[in-house]
């Protein structure tokens, strides 16, 4: 904030008032890594950062935009206690970040509103219901073995606790549109073999990968894993993909939910430690990005905050670490025109957009579009499509919308969360398009399977 | 003293659920504007949806004595937003569609929260765009855009807002909805568009506005000059506009405000570059591509030792990025600064900016410039670290004597900003007692309570009906007499 | 008393606006005084008279008893070529302008005063591409009903200080006060113009626009039937834009306008209107039998009525077509029933301003709308 003068004149007497208002309370943080001042105070409230949230596109106010959430940051650092409606406004937040590359004074607000999720996860004493809701969210998604369950017959999970568990708190109700959804994506649960512990490289080795499979990526697509393992193959990689690795803790951290989140990261460093591999490559945007992170997440630890910091030196999106390798493996043509979706988490996190495009541009004969308002999320933004389904709702229309314009056969997208969304918002609109993951279409290419391949995830209205 | 609960209870049963915002915290997000130095936390924030509920919020402040403040997107920098502490903040950003764009006509109808930006985004398709072009343009909001006469750097070549606007339905301060003009040019009577449009919100609230679209040029070429020195930037701008040349904007920026740009944007400006130009034309082709070699010659003659063209539209995007973002990106190289928006004739460009350097050097602040070099407004951006004691009020004697070095060159103290209330202490400098009186009758015939946006624009009241002046600080608290 | 007599000789035969005689003429050769005159003459009824052009637009005044002639108030303050601005006083003919290699883009009858022009709003053919004398006003000097001097705007073209007072003041229609000195922004004069004369329909004006050629002006004329564009630029860009509308047209390449051009298409036994629609309703106004001529381009047109009948048809086409239609001028018998102004969105507004301006009604009483 510019906090300054008002010349040389008497201040205009309103701005004297504050502490008629207020009074100076403890304020709405504690001293355990609170947003820090000096991060707000680079913000100069120009408001170019507006129109690129989704909540202030949604509903035009202010505190429901980047700005006025700096600001209640602010007022919560200067006094104000932690309330309700705050809270309110900081859940709001969709965490895209689509913000941070918009501000032109560099503000970081992705720290600013982790460290005050962490902060509000810590200490606001959260409703009953609300409370229920993410226990069972987190009991749930960081779990692949468990988020398997919903997929198959019901059967197979109904005496269990988590059933229980899933259902009082409702969160199956709310999960309902995205299980619909995922049974109109995938064949029915068959048993899916795990992947091999180590797939060697084809042709000259170049790097030794370790791969995430990931948690909803794992349970969910777990074609989409083995398209990139084959992909990764293909280029020159061994790929080391130790089983029972766990969650890597990005829904956590973008919940405020550090101690769980550092936890997940401890055992996932533990587990790729001593692979010996040279990168640590992501498919999913929302996973990678926090993997590049854990040198700040476990920054407090004297155990482990070196072993983070190289850990996430290696971290790279499949994307990414293709097009830094350089591309090998001969392409055949895949005559399709491709609508290629930004995920949030690729594109404004870890600012990674040529790459896929680069990629997709690589194969012959596919014709590459832009879907309009790119930087603006599709509204699945991790678990917030479940804690906000209304307006999460109307987001995954507006890209709907913006896809469908596009007249593109196949939409293209690195995110399982975004595919969900976006495939659940066509199904109403009864729209039509092909669906698939960046290391599908590559898999596909490489492996010419041209037009086959690409009716698999046909979504047609039922 | 009005009764600020019997009002909230009128209005949130005028308006829906979520449209009447009274928490404590909420209210303080919306109290100050761009200019985040002056806060004042408003009474209560209202966010009507209609022009209907817009005249209701204002009729139940009429009845009630109840002062109020529009607001769009809070982009302003002159605190035209500044709420009033005992008021009502009228914030139209929801009132943000499109009602039509009727290439046929070269109209589009808006309403005022309609982000400048997307009235041109709704009209390319049909070849025509929105010419008013802020810098701000992405964010600010057309309503606003009316309140200031908002410019832009287009606006040698293509006016302002008020050039722009043909038609108004406003809110009066007394509740009434009133129509003026339409699609049609010069309706009968005064011009109280006109008088509207650059009134900073001190007439009444805009509902609606019917504007002119423009027919996208046939060709566009942009070029960027790097030049040893200031005055051979300012020496090439003088020999464009001698040459007869209407450049579609000029803009130039200093080497501070371009190490700011730099970091903020990586736009990649010239390294060592004492001042950049950019210069932009447009039009039919046949006249562009004769007009820009004429250009570039005269860039070259006067001294700039590189020289860009844009060689497409991402290229010309982002020799625009640095110029654009340059105020906000000021924040990255400075704690805090003050942005001034003063206008000088341009061919004292290089005079004043010459003596802006002096005054800089004398009061150890720094100042970066970023000026509309085709019109001479000047946005010279007084550097500080108001943590460093006295540095604050140093650079504010630094802004206070820029301001008075452009009404010395015969200029103006606002080019675009508005007077808002951080510039109504410096009016009376500008004008006389007789000119300001004057412009207030306009206010009276308006606004004779004196709720619209009071004490905003000029710094003395006047009451209406009597002689300037008198008790006027009693009735107007927190308003500066000066 | 004595200022009276200093400043103003009887009146003459020639000295009455729309024959309503006056009884005093002043000529004041300053600003200062001027407002000496007007504050010594409060309860006079003042009408402003410039080149006398357009005097007689608008009913006649209520009551008249001085005619305020602004001969005297006249020449170039300042002329500052390298800011394209320049300082005129009101009583400044147009046509008598040096601007040497720049102009002051206004399109004006013979003997027309700067302050004439700006009090009527008074504009012609190449408004399409500069604009109207509400564009080009950056500054004013006025003197008000009660003596006081005022300015706005100032010698900048950017400048968003105070209220623009310039725009309240033009095409007032001399009610608010007498206006002494203009500032205006300047452009270059082109190195090269053509016309370009057709006789294509009214639809064929969007095919123009469409084409991206910048016209500076648009002009068409029912009478004849002509439609004719007017081209400015380099002498190569103006020869490619002029080739490429003569074919767009199937017209002619000129360098002589027409002989209609930026002429009034009324006779003085005639009903003069001023027609303004939105540009897509411009075909149906030339379709509806009038003598219409203008401005195709922008909507601004100029109507010749024969009677009160086809004054009434052609408001009410421009009225549903959501634009309006105003009598400039008409034969007196006719004026008296004729309503000339038509139908004012904002007159209550209107009529406050012009009560805090003229409290007393004394500057040309009754000539505007709703009788101010």
């Not at chain 3, 303050?77 to 147009?94: C, S």
Request: glycine content about 10%; charged content about 20%; aromatic content about 6%.
């Amino acid at each position: 904030m510019v906090d300054a003068t008002w010349g040389t004149g008497e201040p205009p007497r309103e701005v004297l008032r504050r502490d008629v208002l207020g009074g100076v309370d403890e304020g709405a943080f504690d001293d355990r890594h609170p947003p820090r001042a000096d991060q707000i105070a680079d913000c100069v409230h120009c408001g170019f950062c507006l129109p690129s949230c989704p909540t202030y596109v949604l509903w035009g106010a202010e505190a429901d935009s980047p700005r006025g959430r700096i600001y209640l940051m602010n007022e919560g650092v200067n006094g104000e206690p932690l309330s309700e409606s705050m809270v309110a406004h900081f859940d709001a937040c969709l965490g895209c970040m689509a913000c941070v590359p918009a501000c032109p004074s560099g503000v970081k607000y992705d720290r600013l509103i982790e460290d005050t999720r962490a902060q509000v996860e810590r200490r606001f004493p959260r409703g009953p219901r609300d409370r229920a809701l993410r226990t069972a969210i987190f009991a749930l998604f960081p779990y692949p073995r468990r988020l398997r369950l919903l997929r198959g017959p019901l059967r197979a999970y109904q005496n269990t606790g988590l059933r229980r568990l899933v259902a009082r708190s409702g969160l199956l109700e709310r999960l309902g549109p995205t299980l619909a959804t995922l049974e109109s994506l995938a064949p029915r649960l068959r048993k899916v073999a795990p992947p091999p512990r180590r797939v060697a490289a084809r042709g000259t080795r170049r790097a030794v990968v370790g791969m995430l499979t990931g948690c909803v990526q794992g349970a969910f697509f777990p074609e989409v894993n083995s398209a990139t393992v084959r992909v990764l193959a293909a280029e020159g990689c061994d790929v080391v993909i130790p089983p029972g690795q766990g969650c890597c803790g990005a829904l956590s951290v973008h919940n405020g939910r550090r101690d769980e989140a550092a936890r997940f990261a401890r055992r996932l460093i533990d587990t790729f430690e001593n692979t010996g591999m040279d990168y640590f490559v992501v498919n999913a945007a929302g996973c990678g990005s926090s993997l590049k992170d854990y040198g700040e997440l476990l920054a407090d630890d004297p155990a482990y905050a070196t072993r983070a910091k190289h850990f996430a030196a290696k971290v790279r999106d499949l994307s990414e670490v293709l097009v830094d390798l350089g591309p090998v493996a001969p392409r055949h043509p895949l005559p399709r025109t491709v609508a290629y979706h930004d995920a949030c988490h690729l594109a404004h996190a870890q600012g990674i957009r040529a790459q896929p495009r680069a990629l997709l541009r690589g194969i012959p004969g596919l014709e590459l579009r832009e879907i309009a308002d790119p930087e603006l999320c599709c509204g699945s933004a991790g678990v917030w499509n479940i804690l906000n389904p209304v307006p999460a709702a109307e987001l995954g229309d507006r890209k709907a919308a913006n896809v469908l314009a596009t007249g593109a056969e196949l939409l293209v997208t690195a995110n399982p969360g975004c595919l969900m969304q976006v495939a659940a918002a066509l199904r109403r609109r009864g729209g039509s398009i092909a669906l698939a993951h960046t290391a599908q279409v590559l898999d596909a290419s490489i492996r010419d399977l041209g037009r086959e391949t690409q009716r698999q995830e046909q979504v047609t209205p039922r | 003293m009005a009764d600020i609960d019997a009002l909230t209870q009128r209005l949130r049963a005028e308006l829906g659920p979520g449209q009447v915002v009274t928490d404590r915290q909420e209210l303080r997000t919306y109290e100050c504007d761009g200019l985040a130095h002056y806060q004042v936390i408003p009474a209560l924030v209202a966010l009507p949806h209609t022009a209907a509920q817009v005249a209701a919020v204002v009729k139940a402040c009429a009845d009630t004595g109840v002062p109020f403040v529009a607001r769009g997107s809070g982009t302003g920098l002159s605190g035209g937003a500044l709420p009033h502490a005992e008021g009502v903040l009228i914030v139209t950003a929801q009132m943000r569609r499109i009602v039509e764009i009727a290439p046929a006509d070269e109209r589009a109808v808006v309403e005022p929260g309609v982000i400048n930006l997307q009235i041109t985004k709704a009209a390319t398709p049909d070849g025509y765009y929105y010419a008013p072009d802020p810098s701000s343009q992405q964010i600010c909001s057309i309503g606003g855009n009316v309140a200031e006469n908002s410019g832009g750097a287009h606006c040698l070549k293509y006016g302002f807002t008020t050039n722009h606007v043909t038609g108004l339905r406003i809110v009066t301060p007394d509740g009434e909805q009133v129509r003026l003009g339409g699609r049609a040019l010069d309706p009968p009577g005064y011009d109280l568009i006109g008088a509207f449009v650059g009134s900073e919100g001190t007439l009444g609230v805009a509902t609606e506005v019917t504007v002119k679209l423009t027919r996208l040029p046939e060709s566009v070429r942009t070029l960027l000059a790097a030049f040893p020195g200031i005055d051979q930037a300012g020496a090439a701008t003088s020999a464009i506009i001698a040459a007869g040349v209407v450049p579609a904007a000029i803009e130039m920026m200093d080497a501070l405000a371009i190490e700011a740009a730099e970091a903020a944007v990586a736009c990649g400006y010239p390294p060592g570059a004492a001042a950049v130009l950019i210069v932009e034309l447009d039009g039919p082709a046949a006249e562009v591509e004769a007009q820009f070699v004429q250009v570039t010659d005269l860039c070259r003659h006067a001294g700039a030792f590189e020289i860009r063209i844009a060689a497409d539209d991402a290229e010309r995007a982002l020799f625009w990025k640095g110029r654009k973002s340059a105020f906000a990106a000021v924040g990255r190289i400075s704690p805090d600064y003050i942005v001034q928006d003063g206008v000088i004739p341009r061919t004292a460009l290089p005079e004043v900016l010459r003596r802006i350097s002096d005054l800089a050097g004398e009061h150890g602040v720094r100042v970066a410039n970023v000026f509309h070099a085709g019109d001479g407004n000047l946005h010279p951006l007084v550097l500080f670290d108001a943590r460093v004691s006295g540095e604050a009020e140093r650079a504010e004697k630094v802004s206070g004597a820029i301001i008075d070095l452009c009404i010395e060159y015969g200029g103006s103290i606002t080019g675009e900003h508005g007077v808002g209330m951080d510039k109504a202490k410096y009016l009376p400098r500008m004008f006389g007692e007789d000119d300001l009186d004057t412009m207030q009758l306009v206010r009276c015939a308006f606004d004779p309570d004196h709720l619209a946006n009071p004490g905003k624009v000029f710094p003395t009241p006047r009451l209406c009906g009597e002689r300037p002046g008198g008790q006027v600080a009693a009735r107007f608290p927190g308003v500066e007499v000066y | 008393m004595a200022v009276l007599d200093e400043l103003t000789r009887p009146a003459g035969d020639d000295d009455h606006v729309g024959g309503v005689p006056a009884r005093l003429v002043a000529s004041p050769k300053s600003t200062e005084e001027a407002a000496a005159l007007i504050a010594a003459t409060p309860g006079l009824a003042v009408v402003v008279r410039g080149g006398g052009t357009k005097l007689h637009w608008g009913p006649p005044p209520r009551e008249l008893d001085l005619i305020i002639d602004t001969r005297r108030l006249t020449g170039m303050v300042e002329h500052a070529a390298g800011d394209l601005i320049t300082v005129l006083r009101a009583g400044t003919p147009l046509r008598e302008l040096n601007l040497g290699d720049q102009q002051l883009a206004i399109d004006s009858p013979a003997r027309a005063t700067v302050g004439g022009t700006v009090a009527t709003g008074a504009s012609g053919p190449r408004r399409l591409h500069y604009g109207t004398a509400r564009d080009l006003l950056i500054g004013i000097t006025v003197v008000r009903a009660d003596g006081k001097v005022a300015r706005s705007g100032g010698k900048v073209v950017k400048n968003v200080a105070g209220y623009d007072l310039g725009k309240l003041y033009t095409g007032s229609y001399g009610t608010l006060g007498l206006i002494t000195e203009c500032v205006f922004r300047l452009h270059p004069r082109p190195a090269a113009a053509r016309y370009v004369r057709s006789t294509a329909p009214a639809q064929a004006v969007s095919a123009i626009l469409a084409a991206q050629v910048a016209p500076t002006a648009i002009e068409i004329d029912s009478a004849t039937g002509e439609l004719a564009v007017l081209l400015e630029g380099t002498p190569a860009g103006v020869r490619d834009r002029s080739a490429l509308v003569e074919k767009l047209l199937a017209g002619e390449v000129s360098e002589e306008a027409p002989s209609w051009w930026g002429r009034d298409p009324w006779t003085p036994d005639q009903i003069g209107m001023k027609l303004s629609v939105p540009l897509s309703k411009v075909g149906s106004l030339l379709d509806s039998g009038s003598a219409v001529r203008g401005s195709a381009g922008t909507g601004v047109l100029y109507a010749a009525a024969r009677d009160i009948t086809e004054v009434e048809g052609l408001r009410a086409h421009c009225v549903r077509s959501g634009g309006h239609a105003v009598v400039l001028t008409a034969p007196a018998p006719v004026r008296e029933i004729l309503d000339m102004w038509g139908p004012t969105p904002g007159l209550a507004l209107m009529r406050r301003v012009k009560n805090q301006f003229d409290p007393e009604h004394r500057f040309a009483p009754g000539r505007f709308v709703g009788g101010i």
